[in-house]
Structure formats: C-alpha cells, structure tokens
C-alpha cells in the first residue's frame, strides 16, 4: 500500500484556493510556470455589470454635437455562487450613457469599446414622442421625448433616423413616433398615419 499523505489545514486552504482560481480562469496549468493571469482591460471589447452610483448615470444630451452622460460605476461579477460581488481588484469604471433617459441605479450591463470607453449595452429602450419636424424616407428629424402617465412632453429631444418609410414618404410634423435605440442611435419604427 503506497505511503499517505496529510495536508495541514494552511495547505488544505491553498489548494481549495488554487482550484477555485484555476476554475474561475485566472490560472492556468498548461503554462509551465502556472502564474496568475492579469486582467488586461485595455485589450479587445468585453462585457461586463455594473452598478450606478445614487443618483444614476445621467442622460444624453442633445445637442450639436451630442454629449453623452457619464458617472463612475463599480464593477461587478457574479461569483460560484450566483451571487453579484465586486469584481477582482475591486474597480470601478467612468461609464457613459447614449439613452436620452437618466440610468438610475439598477444592475447594469456594460460594454468596454475598443477606444477603452465603457458604455451601457442596449438595454432595448423605447421612446414615444411627437416629430418636431418632417420625416422624410431615408432621412433624420428632432423628435420630442413624451413620458408619463398621462404622456406629456419631457421637454427633452432627441434625433430619430428612418427605419420604415418607403420611397417617397414622410411623416409630418407633430404625429405621433416609437422611436427604439439600435447601435447608439434611435430609429423611427413605428408612426402616426
């Protein structure tokens, strides 16, 4: 019968602690030295969650040229046990929001671009507002952002792009537009006849 062996409780919790890092990715046994892998946040896109400090991440604002709202979010990531805990290193990120709606200060996921910009992922949102000038096919118009209940105006605008006319059309001044939010910019879907 071969010899047995005893760990101590240190190295008991060292190996729990090897394994636990090994299944989570931050090491490697292939590498011949097995070191810990540093996390490169600089390196290609990435996806991550987020939570906004109180008061949320502030809306974008129209203008010429756009400016994006911004706040510092800490950074997260859920753990073995499904649980949202602080990511390593305990960071925290400048995020910006494209979305002409202050984020308040639900869980977040964000997106890292290629500029190293961290910016909310498209949470599908959906605006309804009133044309502030003609839609014509192919083209953009200033749309005024209702909100509510009952839906008033916000008095915040926004810039939507032509998803659905045909050749030829236009939506006038004043109807009645869904506006949805697809790779940063809002797009009529749906209109007023």
Not at 124 to 131: M, N, P, R, S
Not at 168 to 189: C, F, N, Q, R
């Amino acid at each position: 019968m071969p010899p047995a062996f005893f760990l101590s409780e240190n190295d008991h919790k060292l190996v729990q602690e090897l394994l636990s890092a090994y299944h989570s990715g931050d090491i490697s046994f292939r590498s011949p030295k097995a070191r810990r892998r540093e996390y490169d946040y600089t390196s290609s896109p990435d996806v991550y969650i987020a939570k906004p400090p109180e008061g949320g991440i502030p809306a974008l604002v129209s203008g010429t040229p756009d400016v994006a709202g911004k706040a510092e979010c800490d950074i997260y990531q859920i753990n073995d046990n499904d649980e949202l805990v602080q990511a390593p290193s305990s960071f925290s990120r400048e995020v910006y929001n494209l979305s002409p709606n202050i984020i308040e200060t639900d869980w977040i996921i964000v997106r890292r671009d290629k500029y190293g910009r961290w910016i909310v992922a498209n949470r599908g949102d959906i605006l309804f507002g009133k044309l502030d000038g003609d839609l014509n096919e192919g083209s953009s118009a200033v749309m005024s952002i209702w909100d509510d209940d009952p839906l008033a105006d916000t008095g915040k605008n926004i810039t939507v792009h032509d998803w659905f006319l045909q050749s030829g059309e236009t939506l006038d001044s004043g109807k009645k537009v869904k506006a949805e939010l697809y790779g940063g910019k809002w797009y009529a879907t749906a209109g007023e006849c």
